[in-house]
């Protein structure tokens, strides 16, 4: 089992009030699985890939990757672990705009102290996985809103992940574009056995998960 979170909590203190958003939230993810958590806006799913992905910490609970508790890692081992096994996309992308998609793809690669001759063997091979051939030395601010995110996939498998969490990847996309992306993410995490979790508010991107989970009330709902 890759991931496993058992009763976690997460509660903001904001002035006077406490604000629940994960509640009991209990998830148990084998190796290779692609899963959606689905739930309006406000529901908490980027509060839980932000705890599952050790970019935040639950107020309670129990959180296992590959086994190991993580509670007793230091922030120096968190962000190895970050570096190396995880792989993030978000809802903005978080590319820099000013650098090439080449540019952009290496960046976590030399941040892992991979050898610039492999950074661009690996970073042309993503980039042309995620179509985007003709598109490597262009400027993310040249792209378009898909190709952009496609960009922050090939970048997210660049040091070859265990996991990846993609936050709402196909928020600012049209439908072709959106089935584009799901698409990319199951060819490419079926080659490599990558799990993937996806979260978003939108159903009409939930076909061909191998598990769907509500997150409702501050709980995980299996709807599979
Ligand atoms: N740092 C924070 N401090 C206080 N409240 C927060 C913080 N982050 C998120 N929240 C609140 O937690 C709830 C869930 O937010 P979020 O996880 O972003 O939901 P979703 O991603 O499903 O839209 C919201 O009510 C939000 O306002
Ligand atoms: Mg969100």
């Known amino acids: 089992m890759i991931i ?3 009763k976690l909590k997460k509660y903001y203190e904001s ?17 290779g699985e692609f899963i959606a958590i689905v739930g309006p806006s406000g529901s908490g799913k980027t509060t839980l890939l932000n705890i599952l992905g050790l970019l935040d910490n639950p107020t ?20 190895k672990i970050r570096l190396h096994k995880i792989g993030f996309i978000f809802q903005n ?31 042309i091979e993503l980039l042309k996985a995620v179509k985007l051939d003709d598109k490597i030395n ?17 970048r997210a498998f660049a040091n070859n992940p265990s996991i990846i969490l993609a936050d709402e990847p196909t928020a600012q ?3 072709e574009n959106k089935m584009n ?13 990558t799990t993937v979790i996806v979260a978003t508010h939108d159903l009409s991107i939930t076909r061909n998960f191998d598990k769907i989970y509500e997150l409702k009330n501050g709980k995980l709902i299996n709807q599979t």
């Open 15 to 31: 002035n006077q009030s406490t604000i629940k958003v994960l509640k009991e939230v209990n998830l148990q993810v084998e190796e």
């Open 173 to 175: 996309l049209d439908y």
């Open 138 to 154: 262009s400027k993310i601010h040249e792209l378009s809103m898909g190709e952009a995110q496609r960009v922050a996939i090939a």
């Open 4 to 6: 496993k979170a058992i």
């Open 93 to 123: 992308f978080n590319l820099i705009s000013s650098l090439t998609a080449l540019e952009n793809v290496e960046l976590p690669m030399a941040l892992a102290g991979i050898s610039p001759k492999e950074q661009r063997k690996r970073a």
């Open 60 to 79: 309670s609970g129990e959180l296992y990757l590959n086994g190991k508790n993580t509670a007793s890692l230091s922030d120096k081992e968190k962000r």
């Open 181 to 193: 992306i799901i698409e990319l993410l199951q060819k490419l995490r079926k080659k490599r056995n």
